[in-house]
């Protein structure tokens, strides 16, 4: 069985999803998610200045690019993301020193 993705999991897909404009509805098949939970991440997103819409379609701002990029990092660090499942890590949960602006 195909371990749960976790929401940073998430959150790097989708904004993968928008380094190009990308509508909505491809942003949720592609993702593999729910129209509700589609709605909850894109809000997320927005708020957190990782991706907004513009004029239909959804593209990722350059601080959501930097998310990416450090998501991306963390998952050489540990492998690929069927080693992250096994050592149960979050993002959230690493003792990283910097932020993204």
């Known amino acids: 069985m195909k371990p749960n993705r976790s929401r940073e999991q998430i959150i790097a897909e989708m904004l993968e999803l ?11 098949f592609r ?23 513009k004029e239909g379609m959804w593209v990722a701002t350059e601080k959501g690019r930097k998310y ?16 992250l499942h096994k050592q149960e890590l979050s993002l959230n949960s690493l003792p990283l020193t910097w932020s993204i602006h």
Do not use: C, H, W
């Open 18 to 28: 928008v380094t190009e404009p990308s509508k909505q509805t491809a942003i949720m």
């Open 68 to 83: 990416l990029a450090a998501y991306s990092a963390v998952r050489k660090i540990f492998g690929d993301e069927q080693a």
């Open 31 to 53: 993702a593999n998610l729910s129209y509700t939970q589609l709605k909850s991440y894109l809000s997320f997103l927005s708020e957190k200045q990782l991706a907004t819409q």
